[in-house]
């Protein structure tokens, strides 16, 4: 794998996300209206060469392995309930995983360990969202990929009752999605995957209008919440609807 260069933010509601693989318009720096899951969301936009240019200013670094104590999570967990109008903590869990599991999965993409003893979370300084993540290694220790992702996919397991395929789920959708912002293509996909071992599904990929777009095998479960619709990707609707949804939104 090449690395990746840069990361911007987007905002909106998952009603478009990020996660179809669409073809969203960024300007370096600014806050994009392009709709997307958690209200925020990093993308990287080369494979050449892993920069730091991202304006870090307004975000608060945490270490990574504040992932796996159960008081700092449940916080974590606790805020996005409060800012979805949530109460049920299986559907919490997805939630929070499903943007950090981008944020880490997108370090793995960057060719940068992903392990929590070497990564720094950026997070929102006044709503605690989590918007990118920085890690101090070059990716070098393959055989530790696995554990990467089975220590905070467990911890939240515990912390909230989600489903741990559930979790697995998502993050293979994470990998497929940042990929492809990253400019990569299913051939580089598959391989990660495959260093992380068997619990990660293979990611699986459509063309939907002459357009590359993951097919996903996770739900994030953002309808659940007052006001929200199913993302533009999602599952859990007939592919017929999907496609259709896909092809409008590209």
């Not at 073809?23 to 600014?30: H, L, N, S, T």
């Not at 220590?151 to 741990?164: K, L, M, S």
């Not at 990660?192 to 996903?216: F, I, M, N, Q």
Request: net charge positive; aromatic share 6%; glycine share 10%.
């Amino acid at each position: 794998m090449r690395e990746a260069v840069g990361s911007v933010i987007c905002t909106g509601s998952i009603e478009k996300s990020c996660f179809a693989g669409s073809r969203a318009r960024f300007r370096q720096g600014e806050l994009s209206r392009v709709p997307c899951y958690e209200r925020v969301s990093t993308r990287l936009t080369t494979l050449k060469h892993i920069g730091e240019q991202v304006d870090d200013s307004g975000l608060a670094a945490v270490p990574g392995v504040m992932i796996t104590d159960p008081e700092w999570l449940g916080a974590q967990v606790d805020a996005a309930g409060r800012r979805y109008r949530l109460a049920d903590l299986p559907t919490l869990g997805v939630l929070w995983w499903y943007s950090a599991s981008s944020v880490l999965l997108g370090l793995l993409v960057a060719e940068r360990d992903p392990g929590l003893d070497h990564v720094t979370l950026l997070m929102h300084r006044v709503d605690g969202r989590l918007l990118d993540a920085r890690s101090d290694r070059a990716l070098a220790d393959f055989g530790t990929l696995g554990d990467a992702l089975s220590v905070p996919i467990e911890t939240v397991v515990r912390a909230t009752g989600a489903r741990r395929r559930a979790l697995w789920a998502i993050a293979t959708d994470s990998l497929a999605n940042r990929v492809l912002w990253a400019g990569g293509s299913p051939g580089d996909a598959f391989r990660l995957a495959a260093l992380v071992g068997p619990k990660l599904p293979t990611p699986r990929y459509v063309t939907v209008s002459g357009r590359l777009v993951v097919r996903r095998a996770s739900c994030c479960l953002i309808y659940l919440a007052p006001g929200e619709a199913k993302c533009v990707s999602c599952p859990r609707q007939t592919p017929e609807e999907r496609v259709r949804r896909l092809s409008h939104d590209g």
